[in-house]
């Protein structure tokens, strides 16, 4: 199961690429006297185009075979096992889930409205003691 970005945050990173890489191309064809800068404007407007593609591709959380995962660039994302959680925190925007040795932190923020949904079920499904559920304010 994926939990989905907001949609919002999707489109933003693709029109900066759109902008980034329109910027690059006009100085590309406008100048006689080529810069680096030049290629760069194209260069940050295609990686933003990329990131776009990535997160489209793997949206920001996968739930699948007991663990949660949250995915990042270049394989950098963090995963820890559903069963080993023992504590759950809210604090302003964000669930931090904790085990004894790692600690997972998500932006609510981000995460699509039904998508919210669907990850306040299955943390919900984990029966933690009412004062370690996402619902409560603890600091």
Known sequence: MKIRFKKKRLY????IGIV???????SLLEDDNLRWSDYGYLIIGLLYIGHY???LTTQYLTIENGSI??????GF????NLNDINWIKKFASDYILKTKTE???INTELI?????NELNAILEKLN???NKTPFTSAI
Do not use: C, F, M, Q
Not at 20 to 26: A, C, M, P, Q
């Open 12 to 15: 933003a990173n693709l029109i």
């Open 20 to 26: 980034w890489t329109l910027l690059g191309i006009y």
């Open 53 to 55: 593609l990535y997160d």
């Open 69 to 74: 995962r949250k995915n990042g660039l270049y």
């Open 77 to 80: 994302g963090k995963k820890i």
């Open 103 to 105: 600690e997972l932190k």
């Open 112 to 116: 699509d409205k039904n998508s919210l």
């Open 128 to 130: 933690l003691p009412a």
